[in-house]
């Protein structure tokens, strides 16, 4: 939950960064991030329910949040955990993923995909010298 000068209080989606795109006001009803739409529904004072629709017709329930304060401290552990676990698909995989105008680019493994509205196109990614060109040239990563 991010507050704002205006007092209105905003959900952002900060973890793998494909639900939504743009911070949603937490506030009942139905909202849009370009590419989806969102329902935010209050479940009591501190409960909150969130609904996507991709389809702009039926709703999805995605999960619950609230409103009560989270030291930062208390995610540590997990986000070190998601770094450095071997059983973590961070650790197991080669991921990069960001959001584009109209979709996902995302850099999975031996895979690009590039989703646009409902398509989807794949490239192999067939050695090392392939998978740091698609680094640098779709990401703006340069490895050593």
């Known amino acids: 939950c991010v507050k704002t000068n205006n007092s209105k209080k905003y959900l952002a989606d900060v973890g793998y960064g494909d639900l939504f795109t743009t911070p949603l006001e ?14 935010i529904e209050k479940v ?48 197991k995989n080669i991921v990069c993923s960001k959001a584009t105008r109209i979709g996902r680019l995302t850099l999975l493994n031996d895979k690009l995909i590039e989703t646009q509205d409902t398509a989807r196109i794949e490239k192999a990614i067939r050695n090392d010298d392939e998978l740091r060109f698609e680094l640098k040239s779709k990401f703006g990563i340069v490895l050593s």
């Open 26 to 39: 937490i506030k009942e009803g139905i909202q849009s991030d370009g590419r989806n739409l969102f329902k």
């Open 44 to 91: 009591n004072n501190q409960d909150f329910v969130l609904w996507m629709s991709s389809d702009k017709l039926n709703f999805h329930k995605k999960y619950r949040f609230n409103l009560n304060e989270v030291p930062i401290d208390k995610f540590h552990d997990i986000c070190l955990d998601k770094q450095t676990n071997p059983s973590s698909y961070f650790v």
